[in-house]
């Protein structure tokens, strides 16, 4: 099955700080998503983004398929956007269409 | 309102008893998963469910059931439980509609003493 790596796996940073966040996988997938878990275990969808380059306020994410890798990056960090975040993908032509998740990356952002 | 809910949010339970979470949603998703979230680890796929006549076993099925009573429902049975099912539960939907972006419910904490 698909295998999903997320780097670095622990992150602190300043408010304010920029970062970027990597997630690679082996095999050609048809989905891919980024979501933040809160400290109260709610995963939050940030992007659906199987190829191309999405923005959203302060986040952006990017996807090179042909290189089975995406990178989700942060700017201008606030304390609220601690949390984990996890990528993940599937193949929906498979029989499955369930997400693989990597293990996330935590980000610890301090004011 | 949530388009993906779960009930309960919150259960504690003991060992050998019989509980069930349940999962509703108003998106008109075809595609309804339960995933099961252990601490440091992402989300592994325990039954999923393509129409109401579709179900699957996913990758650690073992000790679990589902029932698809409509479209919209979607539930997991613990038969037995036991300590090690102690986790943090979801329920997620999706659609060819949606691209088959996948949603997530708030997720239910569930505690086997």
């Known amino acids: 099955g698909i295998q999903v790596e997320q780097s670095p796996p622990d992150l602190i940073l300043q408010e304010g700080a920029n970062s970027t966040l990597r997630c690679n996988f082996s095999?050609?997938?048809?989905?891919l998503q980024w979501f933040h878990q809160n400290p109260w275990g709610q995963l939050i969808n940030l992007f659906y983004?199987?190829?191309g380059t999405k923005q959203n306020g302060r986040l952006s994410a990017t996807t090179v398929a042909t290189e089975r890798y995406s990178l989700l990056y942060i700017s201008s960090s606030q304390t609220t956007d601690s949390g984990v975040y996890f990528c993940?993908?599937?193949?929906?032509?498979?029989?499955?269409?369930?997400?693989?998740f990597g293990k996330g990356t935590k980000l610890s952002v301090k004011p | 309102d949530a388009d993906v809910t779960q009930t309960p949010r919150n259960r504690i339970t003991k060992t050998g008893k019989r509980i069930m979470l349940e999962c509703s949603q108003t998106?008109?998703?075809?595609?309804m998963y339960w995933y099961r979230q252990d601490p440091g680890l992402g989300l592994r796929l325990i039954y999923y469910?393509?129409?109401?006549?579709?179900?699957n076993k996913g990758e650690i099925s073992d000790g679990y059931s589902v029932s698809r009573q409509a479209q919209a429902k979607f539930s997991l049975s613990l038969e037995s439980a036991i300590p090690n099912q102690t986790a943090l539960y979801f329920c997620?939907?999706?659609?060819?509609?949606?691209?088959?972006?996948?949603?997530f419910g708030p997720g239910t904490r569930l505690t086997v003493t």
């Open positions: 993940a993908v599937s193949n929906y032509g498979g029989s499955q269409g369930n997400l693989i």
């Open positions: 998106k008109g998703h075809d595609r």
């Open positions: 469910s393509f129409d109401v006549k579709d179900i």
């Open positions: 983004i199987p190829s």
């Open positions: 095999d050609s997938v048809n989905n």
């Open positions: 997620a939907t999706s659609d060819a509609r949606d691209g088959y972006e996948q949603y």
